[in-house]
């Protein structure tokens, strides 16, 4: 792990919603840094807070209070069109849904954000060869979402996630579709790329058996994040 600035640093952040003309606190002041090539998982029960947080780290919300800073520049002095090519560019998304165009093949579904981007073919091409390849799917390229398994799928949502390397994945419930070996390999694909591509992860899971592979276990409980000291450094080689 290099001793550059955090990826992300997050300084006091609380996000609050007015439901029912209330104002409910979901996150309170919130500290945290992820550094670079690290894998960080996130536990809490469902309205914790997990998906919230995941949402002000990508731009996607803006907290209350508090700043977020990404590569040490803070979030909110971005437009919407920084923030979009933000995410585009050194962001990955992976999501419980594997969110697929069914029409497409893994091959196409892969290349998709390319395309927008506006990549030229050979180099499209490369990338999603190479992105396919490190999720081990290569031979199954041409096949369409319905003709894989859920396991297969979601490692097609994480070659769409990296093709254009990111450099963090945001992973919300990954996981949470998939048996018990399918969810365990997905979290290795998730441990490889940080070791081999110094990409960091977050990802937010429910499954304990799957915490060891991180670095950091960080509980949400009552808008308030701490580490979990069952887990941690004493897995990572």
Do not use: C, W
Not at 214 to 236: I, W
């Amino acid at each position: 792990m290099n001793s550059e600035r955090p990826i992300i640093e997050i300084e006091k952040a609380a996000r609050s919603f007015q439901m029912a003309g209330k104002s409910v606190s979901v996150l309170k002041s919130i500290d945290l840094n992820v550094k670079h090539g690290e894998f960080v998982a996130l536990i809490g029960r469902s309205g914790s807070g997990k998906t919230t947080l995941l949402n002000l780290i990508s731009g996607l919300d803006a907290p209350s209070e508090g700043k977020i800073l990404f590569e040490s520049q803070n979030l909110a002095d971005m437009n919407e069109g920084r923030l979009t090519e933000l995410r585009r560019s050194k962001l990955g998304f992976v999501f419980q849904s594997f969110g697929l165009l069914p029409l497409l093949s893994a091959f196409e579904n892969v290349e998709l954000p390319l395309r927008i981007s506006g990549v030229r073919a050979g180099e499209r091409e490369r990338l999603t060869r190479r992105a396919l390849d490190i999720v081990g799917l290569e031979g199954r390229s041409k096949h369409r979402p319905y003709e894989l398994s859920g396991g297969e799928q979601q490692r097609v949502a994480i070659a769409r996630a990296i093709v254009h390397d990111p450099v963090l994945i945001l992973a919300d419930e990954p996981t949470g579709e998939l048996d018990s070996v399918n969810a365990r390999a997905i979290f290795g694909i998730f441990k490889e790329m940080v070791q081999d591509k110094t990409m960091s992860v977050v990802a937010a899971t429910h499954d304990s058996n799957l915490l060891e592979m991180a670095d950091r276990v960080l509980k949400l409980s009552e808008g308030q994040l701490e580490e979990d000291a069952s887990y941690g450094q004493r897995f990572r080689e």
